[in-house]
């Protein structure tokens, strides 16, 4: 079992940065690759961002590719998103999860097993 905990969300001007922090509570954190995820009133939840279980790779949409940083600290079971030159299309609740996996590499943009509760990020314009 995994019970991701988000924090770091708030509220911030256009053009600024926030990082966003993902603590995992699990035995074997270095085993599920790792993602965030967003939903805007009215929209679908979207994948934002993921990275492996072991940091060898990571994924962006395109929406964000250049401005967000996913990482992740396995001694600290936390992943992070650094988020930077941020926008008002930006706003909505952000979520983390978690999925097991064998492969060093596997991104998932879909299908996780395990979710926060979600943080809300608002961006002004």
């Known amino acids: 079992q995994v019970q991701p905990v988000e924090s770091g969300g708030g509220l911030v001007q256009a053009g600024g940065s926030l990082r966003l922090s993902c603590a995992a509570s699990?035995?074997?954190?270095?085993?599920?690759?790792m993602g965030w995820f967003r939903q805007a009133p009215g929209k679908e939840r979207e994948f934002v961002a993921g990275?492996?279980?072991?940091?060898?790779?990571?994924d962006y949409s395109d929406s964000v590719k250049g401005r967000f940083t996913i990482s992740r600290d396995n001694a600290k079971k936390t992943v992070y998103l650094q988020m930077s030159t941020l926008k008002p299309d930006d706003t909505a609740v952000y979520y983390c999860?978690?999925?097991?996996?064998?492969?060093?590499?596997?991104?998932?943009?879909?299908?996780?097993?395990?979710w926060g509760q979600g943080t809300q990020v608002t961006v002004s314009s």
């Open positions: 699990a035995r074997a954190f270095s085993d599920y690759a």
């Open positions: 999860a978690a999925t097991f996996t064998h492969s060093a590499t596997y991104i998932p943009t879909r299908r996780y097993d395990y």
């Open positions: 990275v492996s279980r072991s940091e060898g790779a990571t």
